[in-house]
């Protein structure tokens, strides 16, 4: 069974961080590293926006609005990716969602709400 699964979603006040955490499961990650993994996130009314890739060099890219205070990486051994994100903002709040393309198909993980607020 293919599944993705996010963690360390919760709530932090303004200015705060947060690492959110997502795991790969499955034969088809069975050699995780050769995918691109992105990270997205869908705030109420609004459409989901890319915020983060890592290929499977491990060069990276983020949205212009992320840029400089998240960071995506990725550990081959243990099937996981993450996103260290800091000095978070309102704006920042959404639920973050972890997601892939393999073997032709967009697999998504069931997303971790992300809260920014005091």
């Known amino acids: 069974q293919v599944q993705l699964v996010e963690s360390g979603g919760g709530l932090v006040q303004p200015g705060g961080s947060l690492r959110l955490s997502c795991v790969a499961s499955?034969?088809?990650?069975?050699?995780?590293?050769?995918?691109?993994m992105d990270w997205y996130r869908q705030a109420p009314g609004k459409p989901r926006e890319l915020v983060a890739t890592?290929?499977?060099?491990?060069?990276?890219n983020y949205a212009a609005s992320v840029k400089g205070r998240f960071t995506m990486s990725r550990d081959n051994a243990k099937n996981t990716v993450y996103l260290q994100m800091n000095s978070l903002k309102p704006e920042d709040t959404a639920v973050y969602y972890c997601?892939?393309?393999?073997?032709?198909?967009?697999?998504w993980g069931q997303g971790t709400q992300v809260t920014v607020s005091s």
């Open positions: 997601t892939t393309t393999a073997q032709g198909r967009r697999y």
């Open positions: 499955g034969s088809i990650f069975r050699v995780f590293s050769i995918y691109t």
């Open positions: 890592i290929t499977s060099g491990g060069s990276t």
